[in-house]
């Protein structure tokens, strides 16, 4: 064998046997269909003429003149021989050139005139089938459900007979509209056999689970239902509810356009004729809005509301009814909370129930990856038919952001030296008993203008506040000092917060001119006074931030430890009492405070924030009532979320009742210290921001996807903070299906350019090696997870975006292809139906008694003219016992037992 040339022995046949060796680097092969080389001697010689790299080559003759031919030629192309692109098993650089767009088209057509179905998923549009995939395997008898080849089973196992199953025949399937097919029965394949197959003891112990786990489900339904946080339970989501300042009219008629999957149903323009006050957007804020237009504001209502002993505000059809504690709503009790939360937590740290969890989500992750295997080059195909339409010009909600940091860090400095140079002898600070001029308090820090720099800020937290929240609190002093933090960055200071305003509007006025960017800041009220409410009113309304790129959530800080060291209250009651009576005496009497009404219309709900990672030490076996806590402890964090919520509760039905807005409870959540905190997320929370301890609880990060609650993530803030980069979860909760959306938290900490948004998506995008359809579906979740009115959604999402799937998808305008949204709803529906038949299998199998979540049942709209009050059931049967008028020792009932 070593005396055989090169040549002679790379042409050997060998149709007996089969190489499992390797191919060298830099080998190259020839396919032609299956048959050998050796069946085609031109293609031998042309191959052989061709490359002169190629092993039939002679070493031993230079041929220099086809050298020179070769080196002129690839000189001619503008590359070297190296560089050149060479044919292999994988790759043919000749196809690849040809793969133009139009081909991409033409390929398109041709899946269209074939069968609608693929392996993991068929569109549900008879505009736009499903990708056929030909794939070697058994054929499937669609009459009988059965293979002519075995096939390995899993449970759950797939329908043959669904439109999940390999093509392997070229018969068109018939095509159904999508109205259609939302109403055709989902089945798991193989009937109810295939699914309980394995050891009886096994599938019991499985249907506990499923029933577990939808108990939870169930449990968190019914404080959704009862505090209004559902989807269509807030009035200004109805079509006549009134924005003003009005949005601005849609540059684009869609109308008229002729792409595909457009609607030409737009939705009406629902906003009240005012005085028209057009402007430039990004210019003039504020200056569209006129305060006289909002007024009178309406009139006063009759009901009346009182704070009981429990900390919870309760609204009384009339006095003799709160005499009698007669409330027209019944709020859940801190103790049924607690046992519902302990029921919850025992659920998910249960041990099968964790393994069926893991394995479900570990499922939900390979499909994905399966899908985009086979699906990934169809989705390219489809984003290239949308025109105009691309990742930068896609909606996209920053739906975390805290507005004392939503400028990045040369922003700031820019604006600091603008005013030490334009504004030098202006009084902005009163402290030991003189008033201080900026250009004093900057010769007080020995600075001049020329000294600041982005270093001498020092504002960035990259390096020292990794597990360090007590020094990344510290970086929002510029130059360490608090006197610059409160004459820039706080609203309630000597000069009213006209610093913070002015470097807002200019933010706003950034955002608005990317037109396609929103966001949600969040803006802090401590709950240390009662006019904290109308200060924060008073400096949006007199400043005109009002924006169509901007809304409001209000973040309630955890510092009564704080407030009770220095000796400002006496007990838990007293934040209650300054957070939440001003809200029900507006809603009472919105002439009490009319700028605080004007607010609170662009205000979508509350949030709780605060280190999590610090210790919560169980001092008492029961929880006192809020007026009875007054240790030096914090209370844990699911003490506040239950006071948080109650009254949200309690509010919002009020609300409802009068027109106005409601609210929603949008925590910080899951960032870092006991996993308790989901628990109680999971159970009366809209949506979290952060979420990364649900990698370590499978339980709730199922609970999470089946119910599509929203998370805020904020990668490059916990990179900071708490978790690095590359171990992030949210890649892995994207694929799985949960309801993830990107956010900045801190811009003014963390970012360095610009558009912190934008660069959260960037920096997301090279890391995870997003895909634009992943960006652009990220970017539609941020703007389902806002609290933005259902019309504007319906301008930027389409007129059915609450629709699932396909149906409530306009491509033209999310970029998303129809495949990947009706991939992530089948895979959701069959996710539940697996629970759904587990619990079937219980009933019918061990026929236990019907498992039915004792907390309150979905409650009507409050009817303020009904004679007896709405009553919340808890675990146990208690009638009409009232908690309120009984003392301390009917309250200490009331409390938790202890978790």
Not at 199 to 212: F, G, N, R
Not at 428 to 456: C, K, M, P, W
Request: aromatic share 10%; with cysteine; glycine share 4%.
């Amino acid at each position: 064998m070593c005396g055989t040339s090169r040549g002679s022995h790379s042409h050997v046949a060998m149709p007996d046997t089969i190489s499992t060796s390797y191919p060298k680097l830099g080998s190259q092969f020839l396919l032609h269909d299956g048959d050998s080389e050796d069946d085609d001697p031109s293609l031998r010689h042309q191959d052989s003429a061709g490359d002169s790299d190629f092993e039939d080559t002679d070493p031993a003759d230079p041929t220099p003149n086809k050298i020179s031919e070769d080196m002129e030629l690839n000189s001619q192309d503008g590359m070297l021989a190296r560089d050149r692109p060479q044919r292999s098993a994988f790759y043919d650089p000749v196809v690849e050139r040809q793969m133009s767009q139009e081909d991409a088209k033409l390929i398109f057509q041709n899946h269209k005139s074939r069968s609608l179905n693929s392996p993991l998923i068929s569109s549900t549009s008879a505009n736009v089938p499903g990708l056929q995939l030909e794939l070697p395997g058994p054929s499937i008898d669609s009459a009988e459900g059965s293979t002519n080849s075995p096939v390995v089973s899993v449970a759950p196992s797939i329908n043959q007979n669904a439109p999940l199953s390999p093509v392997v025949e070229d018969e068109a399937a018939p095509q159904l509209a999508p109205s259609a097919y939302y109403h055709q029965p989902v089945d798991f394949g193989g009937g109810d056999t295939s699914l309980f197959d394995t050891e009886p003891h096994i599938t019991a112990e499985l249907s506990a689970i499923a029933a577990k786990v939808q108990k939870a489900l169930d449990m968190r339904k019914a404080y959704m239902d009862i505090s209004l946080q559902g989807p269509n339970d807030n009035p200004k989501d109805a079509p006549e509810w009134d924005i003003y300042p009005p949005p601005p009219e849609p540059f684009w008629d869609h109308a008229h356009s002729s792409a595909v999957n457009l609607s030409s149903a737009e939705p009406m323009s629902t906003t009240t004729q005012r005085r028209s006050r057009r402007r430039k957007q990004g210019q003039d804020i504020g200056e569209d809005f006129v305060r006289e237009d909002l007024l009178p504001v309406p009139n006063s209502s009759d009901l009346e509301f009182r704070l009981d002993v429990n900390g919870i505000f309760q609204v009384y059809k009339s006095i003799a009814d709160a005499d009698e504690n007669k409330p027209i709503i019944k709020v859940p009790t801190m103790r049924d909370f607690y046992m519902n939360l302990d029921e919850v937590v025992s659920i998910s740290s249960d041990g099968p129930s964790k393994s069926f969890a893991f394995r479900r989500l570990q499922y939900l992750e390979g499909k994905f990856n399966l899908y985009m295997l086979t699906n990934e080059y169809r989705e390219v195909a489809d984003s290239k038919k949308v025109p105009h339409r691309d990742f930068y010009n896609v909606r996209k909600v920053d739906t975390h952001v805290h507005h004392s940091a939503c400028m990045n860090q040369k922003h700031l400095l820019r604006f600091i030296k603008s005013k030490m140079r334009k504004s030098p002898d202006e009084i902005v600070l009163y402290r030991d008993g003189r008033h201080l001029t900026l250009a004093e308090v900057f010769q007080s820090i020995n600075l001049t203008a020329y000294d600041l720099s982005i270093d001498t800020l020092d504002m960035h937290a990259h390096t020292d506040s990794f597990h360090r929240f007590d020094k990344f609190n510290l970086k929002y002093n510029p130059i360490g000092e608090s006197r610059l933090r409160t004459i820039f960055l706080k609203t309630d200071n000597f000069i009213k917060g006209r610093y913070l305003a002015e470097i807002t509007k200019e933010v706003i006025a950034d955002l608005e001119s990317s037109k396609y960017q929103m966001v949600e800041w969040r803006i802090s009220i401590y709950g240390k006074a009662m006019d904290e409410w109308d200060k924060l009113a008073d400096w949006v309304v007199e400043n005109k931030l009002f924006s169509h790129n901007v809304r409001w959530l209000v973040q309630v800080p955890r510092l009564f430890d704080v407030y009770k060291a220095s000796g400002l209250m006496e007990n838990y009651e007293s934040v209650l009492d300054n957070l939440f009576r001003p809200l029900f005496e507006v809603t009472k009497d919105p002439s009490s405070h009319p700028n605080l009404h004007i607010f609170l219309q662009r205000v979508i709900g509350f949030d709780s924030v605060d280190d999590e990672s610090k210790p919560e030490r169980r001092v008492y076996k029961k929880f006192p009532v809020p007026r009875e806590w007054n240790s030096n402890q914090n209370p844990p964090y699911s003490y506040w979320i239950y006071h948080l919520y109650a009254n949200m509760t309690s509010l919002n039905n009020w609300r409802k009742s009068r027109g106005f807005n409601t609210f929603v409870l949008r925590p910080h959540c899951g960032e870092a210290g006991d996993s308790e905190h989901l628990a109680a997320a999971a159970l009366c929370c809209h949506s979290i921001s952060h979420g990364l301890l649900l990698r370590k609880v499978p339980i709730l990060q199922y609970m999470f996807y089946l119910d599509q609650i929203g998370i805020a993530m904020s990668p490059l803030s916990n990179n900071a903070l708490f978790l690095a980069y590359e171990r992030n979860p949210f890649h892995q909760y994207f694929r799985r299906g949960l309801n993830v959306s990107l956010s900045t938290d801190d811009p003014l900490q963390f970012a360095f350019t610009k558009e912190p948004l934008i660069e959260e998506y960037a920096v997301a995008a090279q890391i995870y090696k997003l895909t634009p359809v992943d960006m652009c579906e990220l970017a539609k979740n941020s703007v389902k997870q806002s609290g933005y009115e259902a019309s504007i959604k319906q301008q930027w999402l389409g007129p059915d975006f609450s629709k699932p799937g396909s149906e409530g998808n306009i491509m033209a305008k999310t970029n998303v292809p129809n495949q990947r949204e009706e991939f992530r709803y089948q895979t959701l529906i069959q996710e539940k139906r697996v629970l759904q038949q587990y619990i079937a299998f219980t009933n019918k199998e061990a026929k236990p008694a019907v498992i039915v979540p004792q907390i309150p049942a979905p409650i009507p709209p409050v009817d303020p003219t009904a004679a007896e009050p709405t009553i919340f059931p808890g675990l146990e049967s208690r009638g009409a016992r009232s908690t309120s008028v009984k003392g301390t020792d009917d309250a200490a009932q009331s409390t938790a037992p202890g978790s």
